[in-house]
C-alpha cells in the first residue's frame, strides 16, 4: 500500500460459491504463513475464520493493519468445490477506510475425478464364457466430482486387441451405440455428477482361449484420467473320440488307439493325452502301460509317453502346428503296450484330453488280452481194438495260468 491502512481493513469473495467447497469455511492469513508453498490445513491457530457467505460471497474483516510498502503478505486458504473442473478465475477485493477497493484474480486449476467406478450388476453371460460366445456385456458405474470438458472417452487396453474385435456402449442398457475399434467417445454431458451407468459391450474373438483382462480407460477435458480392469476368462471345448484298431490281442503284443481331436481354439499352453483308472478284469492297476508312444501326421516321429508320480499315463502334444486351426480334426495315433504282461483279461481305461483353459474331455476304452497255447504231441501209441489209446502232447503257454476254467476238448 502507498500508506499504512488505519481500520477497517476487509476482503469480500463476491462469487466464492463456485469455487469453495459448500459448508467449508475460507480462512484467511498473514505475513510468515503465506510464504510461498505453504500448506496449512484450516484449523491452524496462526489462521483466522472469515465466517460464513452471504448468499455467494464472503466477506472477511482482517485482524491486523497493512503497512506501507510491498511487504504485506495475504493469502487464501479454502477447499475447492469438488465440481468446479478446469481452470477457474474469479475476482475478489482488498478495502480499508479511506483506501480505494483493489481488485485481484484468483486463479484454480482443478482435475474433476471419475471415482468410484464400480460394477452395476453382473457380467453377462458370466465373467467365464464359451468360444463362440457372442458378446459379453460389462456394466458400469461412476460417480464424478465435476462436469466434463467436452466430450469423455472410454477406450479398452490395447493389450486386449487380439481377443476382442469391437466395443460398443450404451447409457441406457437397450440402445447401443458402436465405437472406433476400442476408443469410444460419448456424448458431450453423458456423464453426470450424481452418477452414471454405462454399459461396456465387448465381442470376443472366437478363436481366443484363455484370460482377457479388459481394462477401460475413462478420459475427458479437465479430468485426471481413472481406470476400471474387468477379468475375464474364455475357456474353449474339445472333442476326443477314441478307437482301437483290434477289440483284442494276445499277451505280449501292442495295440494302437486312433485319438481325434476337434477344438474349438488353439492351445495356448501344453496339451496331454493322459491316461487314467486303469483296471484289469476291474482291478487297478498300479501302472497304466508298460510302453506307449505317439505319432500324428503334423509331426514327424514318435514321441514316447510318460507315467507321472500318480501313475496316470502322460502324452505330450508337442509341435508348433498341431492344432494350427480350430474345429480342424487333428488325429494322433497312441501304441501301447499292456502293463501286465502276464496277465489276461480286459484291459480298461480312460483316455482324456486336458490343456489350460479347455473343458476336459475323455472316453473309456475297453480292450481283451488273451494268453495263446501251443500244442505238441510228444508219444502216440498203436493199440489193438476196444482197448485204451494212449497219446500225449506238450503243451506252450504263452504265460503262467491259475489253473481255473482250462478245457481239452478232443474233436474227432
Given at each position: 500500500?502507498?500508506?499504512?491502512?488505519?481500520?477497517?481493513?476487509?476482503?469480500?469473495?463476491?462469487?466464492?460459491?463456485?469455487?469453495?467447497?459448500?459448508?467449508?469455511?475460507?480462512?484467511?492469513?498473514?505475513?510468515?504463513?503465506?510464504?510461498?508453498?505453504?500448506?496449512?490445513?484450516?484449523?491452524?491457530?496462526?489462521?483466522?475464520?472469515?465466517?460464513?457467505?452471504?448468499?455467494?460471497?464472503?466477506?472477511?474483516?482482517?485482524?491486523?493493519?497493512?503497512?506501507?510498502?510491498?511487504?504485506?503478505?495475504?493469502?487464501?486458504?479454502?477447499?475447492?468445490?469438488?465440481?468446479?473442473?478446469?481452470?477457474?478465475?474469479?475476482?475478489?477485493?482488498?478495502?480499508?477506510?479511506?483506501?480505494?477497493?483493489?481488485?485481484?484474480?484468483?486463479?484454480?486449476?482443478?482435475?474433476?475425478?471419475?471415482?468410484?467406478?464400480?460394477?452395476?450388476?453382473?457380467?453377462?453371460?458370466?465373467?467365464?464364457?464359451?468360444?463362440?460366445?457372442?458378446?459379453?456385456?460389462?456394466?458400469?458405474?461412476?460417480?464424478?466430482?465435476?462436469?466434463?470438458?467436452?466430450?469423455?472417452?472410454?477406450?479398452?487396453?490395447?493389450?486386449?486387441?487380439?481377443?476382442?474385435?469391437?466395443?460398443?456402449?450404451?447409457?441406457?442398457?437397450?440402445?447401443?451405440?458402436?465405437?472406433?475399434?476400442?476408443?469410444?467417445?460419448?456424448?458431450?454431458?453423458?456423464?453426470?455428477?450424481?452418477?452414471?451407468?454405462?454399459?461396456?459391450?465387448?465381442?470376443?474373438?472366437?478363436?481366443?482361449?484363455?484370460?482377457?483382462?479388459?481394462?477401460?480407460?475413462?478420459?475427458?477435458g479437465c479430468y485426471d484420467p481413472a481406470n476400471y480392469t474387468q477379468p475375464l476368462v474364455q475357456m474353449a471345448g474339445m472333442t476326443l473320440d477314441a478307437t482301437l484298431d483290434t477289440a483284442a490281442i494276445f499277451a505280449g503284443q501292442n495295440a494302437t488307439l486312433l485319438v481325434t481331436?476337434?477344438?474349438?481354439?488353439?492351445?495356448?499352453?501344453?496339451?496331454?493325452?493322459?491316461?487314467?483308472?486303469?483296471s484289469l478284469n476291474g482291478q487297478p492297476l498300479s501302472v497304466p502301460f508298460a510302453s506307449a508312444a505317439w505319432w500324428s501326421q503334423y509331426r514327424s516321429g514318435w514321441k514316447v509317453c510318460t507315467v507321472d508320480s500318480n501313475q496316470v499315463g502322460l502324452c505330450a502334444l508337442t509341435g508348433d502346428y498341431l492344432f494350427y486351426s480350430p474345429g480342424f480334426p487333428v488325429s494322433v495315433y497312441v501304441t501301447f503296450g499292456p502293463n501286465n504282461g502276464f496277465s489276461v483279461g480286459l484291459w480298461s481305461f480312460k483316455v482324456s484330453f486336458q490343456s489350460a483353459y479347455f473343458l476336459p474331455a475323455s472316453q473309456d476304452v475297453e480292450l481283451m488280452v488273451s494268453g495263446q497255447f501251443e500244442l505238441l504231441q510228444f508219444e502216440n501209441t498203436t493199440v489193438p481194438a476196444l482197448e485204451v489209446a494212449f497219446s500225449s502232447f506238450e503243451v506252450s503257454a504263452s504265460l503262467t495260468t491259475e489253473m481255473h476254467g482250462e478245457t481239452l476238448s478232443v474233436l474227432s
Open positions: 500500500s502507498t500508506l499504512g491502512s488505519a481500520g477497517g481493513e476487509a476482503l469480500s469473495f463476491p462469487t466464492a460459491s463456485v469455487m469453495v467447497k459448500p459448508g467449508s469455511p475460507l480462512m484467511v492469513g498473514q505475513g510468515s504463513v503465506c510464504a510461498p508453498e505453504t500448506v496449512l490445513p484450516l484449523s491452524d491457530p496462526s489462521l483466522s475464520y472469515c465466517g460464513s457467505p452471504t448468499g455467494d460471497a464472503f466477506v472477511c474483516n482482517l485482524p491486523q493493519t497493512f503497512h506501507q510498502g510491498p511487504e504485506n503478505l495475504l493469502c487464501l486458504f479454502f477447499y475447492p468445490h469438488p465440481a468446479m473442473t478446469c481452470p477457474h478465475t474469479a475476482s475478489w477485493y482488498l478495502g480499508a477506510a479511506n483506501f480505494f477497493t483493489a481488485e485481484s484474480a484468483l486463479f484454480v486449476d482443478q482435475l474433476g475425478t471419475f471415482a468410484p467406478i464400480t460394477l452395476n450388476g453382473a457380467v453377462t453371460p458370466a465373467t467365464t464364457f464359451m468360444t463362440g460366445t457372442s458378446e459379453v456385456i460389462v456394466p458400469l458405474s461412476l460417480v464424478t466430482t465435476g462436469l466434463a470438458d467436452g466430450s469423455p472417452v472410454v477406450q479398452a487396453d490395447s493389450g486386449v486387441s487380439s481377443a476382442v474385435l469391437y466395443l460398443q456402449y450404451s447409457l441406457d442398457g437397450l440402445s447401443w451405440a458402436p465405437c472406433d475399434g476400442l476408443y469410444c467417445m460419448l456424448p458431450e454431458g453423458s456423464i453426470q455428477v450424481n452418477g452414471t451407468n454405462i454399459w461396456m459391450k465387448l465381442n470376443p474373438v472366437s478363436t481366443y482361449v484363455g484370460p482377457i483382462d479388459v481394462t477401460f480407460l475413462f478420459n475427458a481331436l476337434q477344438a474349438t481354439a488353439i492351445p495356448v499352453s501344453d496339451a496331454l493325452l493322459t491316461f487314467s483308472n486303469v
